[in-house]
T-cell receptor
């Protein structure tokens, strides 16, 4: 069935290091993927997205990689800062499903000063 | 632009009571959705809508009703509250794929406790 899952529930990194958060998805029909950041007590915040016709997309300090062969998605954060500490979720959807966006479990990123 | 506005922010219900969680957006978004988030877990889709007059079930629709009479509003009704519905509820909205969707914008959430 449909599922989006994450390999690691927690990730601890040193300030200034790069962070990599991974996500696996099971539905090969998914064609649009989004990464969200959620800080404590707040709603999820859009970080970056990628469509299935792309392998890589870069934003400010963030890069999303998509490997459709193994159904794997990753979020790379460069020069991680204390303000990056949050829970990160990947989510998937497909054009034919309209507004149906399915979330993964989430990874908690902790940045040590 | 207020974005996505959810009311109330906090609510305590007794088992069996009914209530409506309000959600409004002022961005002229076609898509709207309701999610629940339980402690330490991800967001699970309750119901969603791709436009006024159109709604559909998500992953966990039981015990909830929705309607979408206008583009701006998407209320979520709890018919008979149960302790299992204790959760944080998030409303979200988005442009459609056709209009260049760039992910959902989320409200700040409603924290609901059912006793």
């Amino acid at each position: 069935g449909e599922s989006v899952g994450l390999h690691l529930p927690t990730l601890s990194v040193q300030e200034g290091d790069n962070s990599i958060i991974n996500c696996a998805y099971s539905n090969s029909a998914s064609d649009y993927f989004i990464w969200y950041k959620q800080e404590s007590g707040k709603g999820p915040q859009f970080i970056i997205d990628i469509r299935s016709n792309m392998d890589k997309r870069q934003g400010q300090r963030v890069t999303v990689l998509l490997n459709k062969t193994v159904k794997h998605l990753s979020l790379q954060i460069a020069a991680t800062q204390p303000g990056d500490s949050a829970v990160y979720f990947c989510a998937e959807t497909y054009y034919n499903q309209g507004g149906k966006l399915i979330f993964g479990q989430g990874t908690e990123l902790s940045v040590k000063p | 632009n207020a974005g996505v506005t959810q009311t109330p922010k906090f609510q305590v219900l007794k088992t069996g009571q009914s209530m409506t969680l309000q959600c409004a957006q002022d961005m002229n978004h076609e898509y709207m959705s309701w999610y629940r988030q339980d402690p330490g877990m991800g967001l699970r889709l309750i119901h969603y809508s791709v436009g006024a007059g159109i709604t559909d079930q998500g992953e966990v629709p039981n015990g909830y009703n929705v309607s979408r009479s206008t583009t701006e509003d998407f209320p979520l009704r709890l018919l008979s509250a149960a302790p299992s519905q204790t959760s944080v509820y998030f409303c979200a909205s988005s442009y459609s794929m056709r209009r260049g969707r760039r992910g959902y914008t989320f409200g700040s959430g409603t924290r609901l406790t059912v006793v």
